[in-house]
């Protein structure tokens, strides 16, 4: 089987090293060249055509995300970014997802080294989804996000009927996850029931994407709190490396967080989540799986499922990565398969068959 050749763009000689030695340990891939900033990488691509690239968000001579924007636009590849744990490093990985890179490492700010061998499992696993990952040009394929405070796409809803129970949107992700829940959050209108999600995303990160997310919405997006209320009209991002469950006190929902141990081996975990709206709001579940690797999250739907809850799946044609969607469909979890364009007209649609919302006339 051929291995997969990446081509490692850095502006430290010192990372371009530890990632072209981690990536050539690897039996199924191989580094063949680094490159210190995107005008040498330019011609390095035309020269060897990779399979994959990692990219550094901060680079000399042309700022890693003008690069990104251009490649994307003229010939479109995988690219894994590998970004600072910073506020800064956070919003500018967001942006370079929004312009169609797979996915982000993030690297430590100190001890880089020593930090970098620790990370070489995530990102050599990142490096092997890039390969076979689905690539959209910029702008198409379905996942240009409606424009901050355009009118969604779907009908109005105005008011909750007084005789339904409280009704939940629970929604899991991983890879190419941020760009799909932007889909579905941006065509929501301000009334949508409450909306709780897990985006497998490390710490550092999901602070910047909720915010990211709120000046884009209509409905109020933000990190969830431990403890909190869970409202409609609000969205609530798991925080990286932490758990998030559906909590209950009275008639309310509530958000619990925990450091329990990783799920499937991630924290947050999907699995997580949808089994405690299985066990807490079953039939006042509508469920969303987008896309992503692996299968967390797949037997917790199921759960889901059998509770009464209604469960929509990412089709394979607008997912990056049909890992996750997949599984859960093969579980039998899954009620219908939707592009992710129209997931959230669903979503309010079905409400509206059964009583959880009703239609302006």
């Given at each position: 089987?051929?291995?997969?050749?990446?081509?490692?763009?850095?502006?430290?000689?010192?990372?371009?090293?530890?990632?072209?030695?981690?990536?050539?340990?690897?039996?199924?891939?191989?580094a063949i060249g680094a490159a210190p900033d995107p005008l040498v990488a330019r011609e390095m691509i035309r020269a060897m055509s990779p399979d994959v690239l990692t990219l550094d968000v901060e680079m000399p001579k042309m700022d890693g995300l003008d690069f990104l924007e251009r490649l994307m636009r003229l010939r479109p590849m995988p690219v894994v970014m590998v970004s600072t744990l910073t506020e800064r490093g956070a919003d500018t990985t967001l942006r370079a997802l929004e312009l169609g890179a797979i996915d982000f490492v993030?690297?430590?700010?100190?001890?880089?080294?020593?930090?970098?061998?620790?990370?070489?499992?995530?990102?050599?696993?990142?490096?092997?989804?890039?390969?076979?990952?689905?690539m959209h040009r910029h702008g198409a394929g379905g996942q240009s996000p409606a424009p901050a405070g355009a009118a969604p796409v779907i009908k109005p809803v105005t008011t909750y009927s007084r005789v339904s129970?409280?009704?939940?949107?629970?929604?899991?992700?991983?890879?190419?996850?941020?760009?799909?829940?932007?889909?579905?959050?941006?065509?929501?209108?301000?009334?949508?029931?409450?909306?709780?999600?897990?985006?497998?995303?490390?710490?550092?990160?999901?602070?910047?994407?909720?915010?990211?997310?709120?000046?884009?919405?209509?409905?109020?997006?933000s990190e969830a709190v431990d403890g909190e209320r869970v409202l409609p009209g609000h969205a609530y991002i798991a925080p990286g490396d932490r758990h998030m469950r559906l909590a209950r006190s009275g008639a309310n929902y509530l958000v619990a967080l925990d450091d329990g141990p990783p799920v499937n081996r991630h924290r947050p975990s999907v699995e997580v989540l949808f089994k405690s709206a299985a066990q807490l709001a079953g039939p006042n579940v509508l469920g969303v799986m987008l896309t992503g690797m692996g299968k967390d999250g797949a037997s917790a739907m199921l759960e889901m499922r059998n509770a009464g809850a209604y469960n929509i799946a990412q089709d394979e044609a607008s997912c990056i990565v049909f890992g996750m969607p997949k599984e859960a469909i093969n579980a039998g979890a899954v009620h219908e398969v939707l592009p992710v364009t129209k997931i959230a007209e669903r979503l309010l649609h079905k409400l509206a068959e059964i009583g959880g919302l009703a239609h302006r006339v």
């Amino acid at each position: 089987m051929a291995k997969t050749r990446v081509l490692v763009i850095d502006d430290s000689a010192l990372v371009r090293s530890m990632l072209t030695e981690i990536i050539n340990k690897q039996t199924d891939m191989e580094a063949i060249g680094a490159a210190p900033d995107p005008l040498v990488a330019r011609e390095m691509i035309r020269a060897m055509s990779p399979d994959v690239l990692t990219l550094d968000v901060e680079m000399p001579k042309m700022d890693g995300l003008d690069f990104l924007e251009r490649l994307m636009r003229l010939r479109p590849m995988p690219v894994v970014m590998v970004s600072t744990l910073t506020e800064r490093g956070a919003d500018t990985t967001l942006r370079a997802l929004e312009l169609g890179a797979i996915d982000f490492v993030a690297k430590p700010k100190l001890g880089i080294a020593a930090g970098l061998q620790e990370l070489g499992r995530d990102i050599c696993e990142k490096i092997r989804v890039a390969s076979r990952a689905k690539m959209h040009r910029h702008g198409a394929g379905g996942q240009s996000p409606a424009p901050a405070g355009a009118a969604p796409v779907i009908k109005p809803v105005t008011t909750y009927s007084r005789v339904s129970t409280e009704k939940l949107f629970i929604i899991g992700a991983s890879t190419g996850g941020t760009e799909a829940i932007r889909e579905v959050l941006t065509r929501l209108p301000p009334d949508s029931p409450a909306v709780m999600i897990t985006q497998h995303m490390p710490p550092g990160f999901t602070k910047s994407f909720a915010q990211r997310l709120d000046s884009l919405c209509r409905i109020t997006v933000s990190e969830a709190v431990d403890g909190e209320r869970v409202l409609p009209g609000h969205a609530y991002i798991a925080p990286g490396d932490r758990h998030m469950r559906l909590a209950r006190s009275g008639a309310n929902y509530l958000v619990a967080l925990d450091d329990g141990p990783p799920v499937n081996r991630h924290r947050p975990s999907v699995e997580v989540l949808f089994k405690s709206a299985a066990q807490l709001a079953g039939p006042n579940v509508l469920g969303v799986m987008l896309t992503g690797m692996g299968k967390d999250g797949a037997s917790a739907m199921l759960e889901m499922r059998n509770a009464g809850a209604y469960n929509i799946a990412q089709d394979e044609a607008s997912c990056i990565v049909f890992g996750m969607p997949k599984e859960a469909i093969n579980a039998g979890a899954v009620h219908e398969v939707l592009p992710v364009t129209k997931i959230a007209e669903r979503l309010l649609h079905k409400l509206a068959e059964i009583g959880g919302l009703a239609h302006r006339v």
